[in-house]
């Protein structure tokens, strides 16, 4: 599943007047980027992983799909939200998205994503079911990324209900010659993790992981 920035969305909007700050025209985008190694909320996908997206963004409103390898077959997204943004630099918004698989790697998620944002804060709240081939489970997950201009960036992140573990991840983003470039290490829990101790038991995780991507 990708962490989509975008759909880090919120659900409490300021009391008064909050004005929406939104373009008046429509645009359409597509990307495409490769990874060192996918991972998506500390949990890894896949080594060495090629993905390709189109957005669609109206006045507010998002639309859009990304699919990535996963080995066995595609991770195929899709999500739509709703954001504004106050006069003050105050962001919020909400949406949904789906996670689909082509092959047998993984079952669909399902979940409403909301979040808020102000300056270099942004705060992401996820609540969703995962089908689970058939014993589906509810789950949960929060997220705090502080972002600077430097492009430098930290996020935490926590599963809960039925699922656990956290993570940390800290990186750097850059463009070079048109490229969107970065390098990012994470930290991931034992629950997460797919690495085990010299006894055999679980253990805490770590990686570095490089990508490379384009946009127009």
């Given amino acids: 599943m990708k962490r989509l920035t975008q759909l880090v969305a919120g659900l409490t909007l300021v ?6 700050s939104t373009s008046a025209s429509a645009d359409v985008s597509y990307n495409i980027g490769y990874a060192s190694e996918y991972y998506f909320r500390g949990v890894l996908q896949k080594n060495s992983s090629a993905s390709a997206g189109i957005d669609f963004e109206s006045e507010g409103f998002y639309a859009g799909s990304w699919a990535a ?5 595609l991770e195929v997204d899709g999500y739509f939200g709703y954001g504004i943004e106050t006069d003050s630099g105050l962001t919020a918004s909400i949406g949904y998205t789906g996670y689909f698989y082509t092959g047998e790697f993984d079952d669909t998620y399902q979940e409403v994503n909301f979040g808020l944002g102000y300056g270099m804060f942004s705060l992401g709240y996820s609540v969703g079911e995962w089908d689970g081939f058939g014993a589906s489970q509810d789950y949960d997950f929060l997220d705090l990324t ?3 201009e430097s492009g430098l960036y930290g996020t935490v992140g926590f599963w809960g209900d039925e699922f656990d573990g956290e993570y940390l991840e800290v990186g750097y983003g850059f463009s070079f010659a048109d490229f969107d ?21 679980p253990s805490t995780g770590e990686a570095i992981v490089f990508t490379i991507g384009k946009s127009w």
């Fill in 15 to 20: 009391s008064g007047a909050v004005v929406a």
């Fill in 69 to 73: 390898d996963v080995g066995d077959g």
């Fill in 146 to 148: 502080i972002t600077g």
């Fill in 181 to 201: 470039m970065g390098i990012a290490g994470i930290i991931n829990s034992e629950e997460l993790s797919d690495e085990v101790g010299s006894n055999g038991s």
